[in-house]
């Protein structure tokens, strides 16, 4: 007997243009799953089932592994989850876009090269062969991409300081005209995408970012705006390595970055190095209450749950910044940014707990269904997460 609102099989297959024999090998590769399996086997799917099925289509068209589309992809068709999967996956369709777009003029030079010198270019051959080879780098820009969409879309909604985290950053930098600037570590450039109309007319900022795929997404923002190219480069390079001379820099600013910085006193001392005297170092990170109350919401579903493998603040946050900052640094201090969110919504906390680097994925996504049931009645009437951050302003 088939159930209103759902479809067989061969219905589900037929309105998608797939066969039934595909559609069936989703469901053992655990990539799709019916909605409802009735006692004799038949399974039958809703429309919601669209939305996953549009999202394994779209990244096997992209080239990713089963694999990797198993992991990439959340059984869920809220509308607020949906919409910021279906953005992310613009993002992913433009860079590969502009990847094959880089493609196509490597082998356009490559063959010119050919035509001209009679004669192979090994150089370009091997840079040839890095653009073709591009799947985990893409991947992992989309992993990165939705990871901070996820932890600034939480902040976004449900702060309760009305001041943003990340205009309170501009506040206490203090940015003045002339000034060279070089934030290490910019993530998606929401710094300065929602500061952009504060700026001075006359600065310089260097934006960087070890991921060359974040850093591309930052400039496609950022360069949408009035003037942007004419105030912003873009360099990706490894913060324990700056490749610029002694003393360039008015201003450095680490956003959250220090605490994943495999020699800290490296990284430290490259700072100093291109700060110019009396310079300044701004860099923020979070103590040991921060979100912690996350950590008890996923326990009471699953003690094994474990959201990050590391305790960061342990390697450099609020209580111990001072201290390691302090060899290389005079006038180190520290500004709390005083917050809290007040999370009514069951969405938005799964995805950040979701964008978490711990072991998450490996006991919610099987259950995901009751995992959101746990969420919505924790969440209902309104679920208190006490933040814990803030930075360090250091004069060299």
């Known amino acids: ?5 759902y479809y067989t099989s061969g219905e589900f297959a037929k309105m998608a243009h797939l066969t039934v024999r595909t559609v069936r090998f989703y469901d053992k590769q655990n990539i799709l799953k019916p909605s409802y399996v009735n006692e004799s086997g038949a399974r039958f799917y809703t429309d919601e089932d669209f939305a996953r099925l549009q999202q394994i289509l779209l990244l096997k068209y992209l080239g990713f592994s089963l694999e990797d589309i198993r992991n990439m992809t959340i059984d869920d068709s809220d509308h607020h989850m949906l919409k910021n999967s279906l953005k992310l996956q613009l993002k992913l369709v433009k860079d590969r876009i502009e ?4 493609v196509a003029k490597a082998i356009e030079d490559t063959t010119n090269a050919i035509d001209n010198e009679q004669e192979i270019n090994w150089s370009q051959m091997l840079n040839l062969i890095h653009l073709t080879n591009m799947e985990n780098t893409l991947k992992s820009q989309y992993e990165n991409a939705t990871n901070i969409s996820a932890r600034i879309n939480l902040h976004r909604l449900y702060t309760t300081n009305t001041q943003g985290w990340f205009p309170w950053i ?3 930098c203090r940015i003045k005209d002339n000034m060279n600037i070089l934030e290490l570590g910019c993530g998606n450039g929401a710094l300065w995408r929602e500061n952009y109309s504060l700026l001075p007319e006359h600065i310089h900022v260097t934006l960087n970012d070890i991921s060359e795929g974040m850093l591309r997404d930052t400039r496609r923002e950022i360069e949408l705006l009035e003037q942007a190219q004419t105030k912003f480069d873009f360099n990706a390079f490894d913060c324990h390595q700056i490749p610029y001379e002694d003393e360039s820099f008015d201003l450095i600013l680490a956003n959250h970055v220090l605490f994943y910085c495999d020699e800290l006193t490296d990284v430290l001392r490259e700072i100093r190095r291109v700060l110019k005297p009396e310079g300044t170092f ?7 209450s921060h979100m912690k109350e996350i950590t008890d919401l996923v326990h009471g579903f699953n003690s094994l749950i474990t959201l990050s493998a590391d305790k960061l603040y342990e390697r450099f946050g609020l209580e111990n910044g001072a201290l390691l900052l302090a060899p290389y640094f005079t006038n180190v201090h520290m500004e709390i940014y005083k917050d809290s969110l007040m999370v009514n919504q069951a969405e938005p906390l799964i995805e950040y707990i979701l964008s978490c680097h711990g072991n998450q994925n490996q006991y919610i996504l099987d259950r995901y ?3 959101r049931t746990y969420v919505e009645k924790k969440t209902r009437k309104g679920f208190h997460i006490t933040k814990y951050a803030g930075m360090f302003i250091c004069q060299k």
Do not use: I
């Not at 007997?1 to 609102?5: H, I, Y």
């Not at 990847?99 to 880089?102: A, D, E, H, W």
């Not at 701004?282 to 040991?288: A, F, R």
């Open 170 to 172: 501009y506040e206490q």
């Open 1 to 5: 007997m088939k159930l209103p609102g």
């Open 282 to 288: 701004v860099c923020s990170t979070y103590g040991s």
């Open 99 to 102: 990847q094959m777009q880089m």
């Open 369 to 371: 269904k009751d995992f």
